[in-house]
């Protein structure tokens, strides 16, 4: 029988069901229970953000003063009083010159968000003009075999955003192409188990630092002849080879322990290897899989930020440190956007392996 | 020569210190087109004989001969349905089935094979629930598909391992009949598993106990001389049944009784007093 989609249905599927609880609020359609789980799953998280967002603004008032104060007393020390009303005069009238450089507000970080979208949207409107203007002198250069002329322009922070996105994906599909075939050849042999035990306890620990280091080594090496830009290339694998490990492990687990049951199943129809692989043991073993395979993005997420940063690869890490270099006065602004834009995506790309998960594995505690 | 044969089978589990036997001296013959139903006592090793029998595990001691040759690894001549249904819950009941018929019979075409698993999915009447999967069916849905899946494969025996043991008395009762039905239909060999006297009484030709385990080995037969088609309701006046049935019982009682005066020996504690605490402290302090 076909189940029509609701709503409530696709919420609680993608792990967000308190979406549905706010429509029952809007259309009336509410109960007492409902109301105490909506306030429960809606009110209190937002009562904690704002009570976070106030301990941050108070937490960064008291930062500021003390840097100020810092400031008018050193000035008042080395220069004499002059100097130091002079100072707390311009502190006071907001000049850049001598502001003090500590935690952003909330309000600053908003400010730093709004003027980063601002700068977005004028790089993409003079992308959007190069490519105009040079789409007839392109076209020309096609046809006469030359390369076309692309926008060399610095990249706006949503630019970056996708740099990031797509580092990570490489680096994942990567980490999957591995881990994924390895664990389950480790899983099913005990042999090969023994034999890659003692690499996967040693890698395992290794810091995302030392992997860009290991890879750089090799892969600056093999592309010695190229002229191509090799940065995105060692930050993927160093991503990829620096993630795989919880799905290495969860996959040979998963593998190596499929329900006896199963395996008596698939002995008595005496299935192939091949089918009892594809069969029994993957499908049974899917949901250990892609717990690992969550672990690896969110692993992946987390360690693009300082490969990208040592890598010089274009994306949200170089970003951060590039803004950590400026210095300006809305650096450390940016930079927590950066931040919340990080934790933000993290968590929404957990929500879609998630989505998936329960999209392709059957329900483990409903087996047999 | 009979159908299947179990010549002084011994089984044991570890080694050395840690060896239990489970199984010894059993002799069991079946012979072609009969229903044999071993009744005994939950953990007195029923399934490591069942387990012995499709080829799962191997005897440690004698042979299992099926049709004079002996058993090396499981065999489509020889169907199982396992206690605990053992579907795959990833697969629809269809699928679960299909899975096995493609295994059967290789050489037939997709269609032939679909058609195989219609019938048997019918027979146990869940075509209205072919394309569900196990979880969304009940208890004793997800036996039939199991029995379904066994039978499709067209056995030339049947070994059913407490196939009803989970179920509630109503459907059990229903399901009995249908198995009943289809071995009456197809005359296959049937080896019953169970620990219902009276199901094994309604359903087979010859009960043998199984005395428990450690060291389970079975008892002597009791042949059921009732007619077939058994009716459950006349069953309980039948005179015969009534007899056969107290026997049974009986001797099941007294080897349980006998079980529980073995268990009762005396444990001899050790000779102990309790250590001088305060004296060992105060050298080391000193």
Redesign the interface.
Known sequence: MKQSLTLGKVTKFIGLGFLSTIKDLFTGNIDKEDFKTLLRKTIVPLASILLFIGLWHMGAKALYNKEADFKIEKALTDQGQAAADAMEACIASGDVSCKPNTLPSPSQVWDSYKSLLRDHNIIAADKAAFKEKTAALNEKRVADGLDEITYTGRPSFVDQIFRSLKTVFAGFLLALLIAVPLGIFIGLSPTLKSAFNWFIQIFKPVSPVVWYLLVFMIVKTLLIDSNEDSSFTISFISVGLCSMWATLVNTAMGVSSVDKDYINVAKVLKLGSFQKIFKVVLPSSLPLIFTGLKITLSVAWMVLIAIELLAQSPGLGLFVWEEFQNGANDSNAKIIVAMFVIGIIGFLLDRLMLTIQNWVSFDKTDAI | MAYLELNNIYKTYGQGDTEAEVLSNINLSIEEGEFVAIVGFTGSGKTTLVNLI?G?IEPTKGEVLFKGEPVS????ER??I?Q????????TVGQNVY??VK??FPKKSKKELQEIVADYVEMVSLTPAINK???ELSGGMRQRVAVARALA?KPEMIIMDEPLGALDALTRGNLQDEILNIWGKEKRTALLITNDVDEGIYMADRIIPLRPGPNATLGPEFKIDIERPRDKTELNDNANFKKTRNAIIEYLMDIGEERKSDSIEEIILPDLSPKDFVNQFKYKIL
Not at chain 2, 84 to 91: E, F, R
């Open positions: 499709n799962l690894g499981t065999s489509h169907g199982v396992f605990n249904y053992s579907l795959l819950p990833w697969l899975m096995a295994e059967a999967r196990p979880k494969m």
